[in-house]
């Protein structure tokens, strides 16, 4: 593949740039040489941070490998699983490139990427929601249009609390990316509708609501009404929210949610609820933005 450029707005130093990575929640992988046998450009120790858009900041010894680990890291941001590989060096391999070596190079590859959820609602299955998804490794933003609710008394284990005069006010202080996932589970119907919106029109790529089908058709209906859901990626949408495990308590609910997030991480299917199919949340979106 064509070289690609090192990352030219980075921190110079790579664990500036890598502290930044987890605190923003952007999609990084970090690839670090673990072992090396023989004559390698790289050596024990040398890191490789990779961006999703192909960015890089570092090196684990230039040449082919390089291109070769960029790809690796890449794989990685999609399969959101780590793997640990060995690249083998020889003068007939490497000799287009100009490179004499012989030997091998052991990278482990891993994502570095600190998962980002952003639960829109500060009621009783936001608090268990925020401490189990804190102990799945998520980062946790909390957000409400009650400061009485949306407080660090009551969501110690939030990364950060938001408590805005509007639910409108607070989309301004968030920063949705790719990989954060939504999930809202406000007091009432016109909230759930306002942040539902919000989140489908951000990259989010995991948006969750909670309530029965009938509330979730509505709600549809009511955005495609309002000219919200044009050019959207309702594959997104998961609704109603969560794996199907049979509880009904808000810490149970909290955990199919969080397991659901899981799943979505890792690309596994788990066992998902009985939600409308893509055909007819197809029908309730073109009947919504036909006339009449």
């Known amino acids: 593949m064509p070289a690609v450029p090192p990352l030219p707005t980075a921190p110079r130093d790579l664990f500036e740039a890598l502290a930044e990575v987890r605190r923003s929640g952007e999609a990084a992988a970090l690839a670090t040489v673990i072992g090396t046998r023989g004559s390698t450009p790289g050596k024990e120790t040398m890191r490789l941070l990779v961006f999703a858009d192909g960015r890089f900041l570092g090196t684990v010894g230039g040449g082919c490998v390089e291109a070769d680990v960029v790809d690796a890291c890449l794989d990685v941001l999609r399969s959101g699983r780590s793997k640990q590989l060995t690249f083998r060096l020889t003068e ?7 490179l004499m070596c012989g030997g091998e190079l052991e990278v482990f590859v891993e994502s570095v990427t600190v998962p980002q959820l952003v639960v829109f609602g500060a009621g009783h299955i936001s608090r268990d929601l925020c401490t189990i998804a804190h102990r799945a490794g998520f980062r946790v933003t909390v957000v409400d249009d ?34 954060t996932s939504c999930v809202v589970v406000t007091r009432g119907h016109a909230y759930d509708l306002e942040c539902t919106g919000y989140a489908l029109a951000s990259p989010a790529r995991y948006v969750g609501l909670i309530g029965s089908q009938g509330k979730v058709r509505g709600i549809l209906r009511r955005l495609g009404e309002e000219g919200r859901l044009a050019g959207v990626d309702l594959a997104r949408l998961h609704a109603p929210i969560g794996l199907d495990l049979g509880g009904a308590s808000a810490g149970e609910i909290a955990v199919s949610i969080v397991a659901e997030l899981i799943a979505d991480r890792y690309g596994a299917e788990g066992h ?17 933005a036909g006339p009449g």
């Open 92 to 98: 007939n391999a490497t000799g287009a490139t100009g």
């Open 146 to 179: 009650r400061e009485s609710f949306a407080n660090r008394e009551r969501f110690p284990d939030a990364g950060e609390v938001i408590a805005a005069e509007s639910f409108e006010e607070a989309f301004g202080r968030l920063h949705v990316t790719p990989g």
């Open 272 to 288: 998902a609820r009985m939600r409308l199919d893509p055909a007819e949340v197809q029908r309730v979106t073109s009947r919504a």
